[in-house]
């Protein structure tokens, strides 16, 4: 891989204009892939209290035209956010919600290649039960009240 070069640095290399609002975006989604679009805006406004969530989207979906981040439903009805990176897959937890990100176990691209088709994109996805998850029910009786925000299955 290449020397780590700032994402706001590569793009004005690339003679594109680097914002207030994308760059600070760009640091929040670079140290915490897989955020939603609100807890980007959480993040956003606790240093910025003057941006706006309309921004936020905005900039959001500027930046993944500009092929800078990619968005993933992770099973969900909303859009996570991650820098775009080599190809990996998401082990996703049912439970909690965790993701991890891993290594593909295969070479997509030459996958693609081999039935004449050109991956431009990978979204792979496994869906399981993490091991603090695992732990937990194999554990302790957890009670139903005090587990934590957005913890348990979805209605
Ligand atoms: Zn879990
Ligand atoms: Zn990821």
Redesign the pocket.
């Known amino acids: 891989m290449a020397d780590r070069v700032s994402m706001p640095e590569r793009l004005r290399a690339e003679g594109k204009r680097v914002t207030r609002e994308r760059e600070l975006l760009l640091e929040i989604i670079d140290a915490n892939?897989?955020l939603d679009a609100s807890e980007i805006y959480d993040r956003a406004r606790g240093v910025n209290p003057r941006i706006g969530l309309a921004t936020v989207y905005r900039t959001l979906r500027l930046l993944e035209t500009m092929d800078v981040i990619?968005s993933?439903d992770l099973g969900e009805d909303h859009s996570?956010y991650?820098m775009r990176?080599d190809d990996?897959?998401?082990l996703v937890c049912s439970e909690c919600g965790a993701?991890?990100?891993v290594a593909a176990p295969f070479d997509p691209r030459a996958f693609g290649r081999r039935r004449g088709f050109e991956i431009r994109q990978t979204r792979l996805e496994l869906v399981g039960v993490c091991d603090d998850c695992r732990a937990k029910s194999r554990g302790e009786h957890r009670p139903d009240l005090g587990s934590g925000p957005g913890a348990g299955p979805r209605p």
């Open positions: 892939p897989h990619d993933n996570h991650e990176q990996h897959v998401h993701v991890l990100d």
